[in-house]
């Protein structure tokens, strides 16, 4: 195969990691609610966490879209 005809592809495996990512971000939060549900008075720290961990998966995301713009403009 060509190189120009691999692009497309590597773009498409470089997106499967939003993909991983949004899994992560709901798996946070439906444990947070999880957790919230058993013992209300810990949601305050709960939450902080929950929004690290967001952060930190939300990074992930984002990396995966720009590898894929950067195959893009190889191109």
Known sequence: MEVAAMIPIGMGLAA???????IGIGMIFSKMIEAV???PEAEPTLAKYAWIGFALVETIALYALVIAFIIMGQG
Do not use: F, I, V, Y
């Not at 499967?16 to 949004?22: D, E, N, V």
């Open 16 to 22: 499967l990691g939003m993909a991983g990512a949004a």
């Open 37 to 39: 549900a058993r013992q």
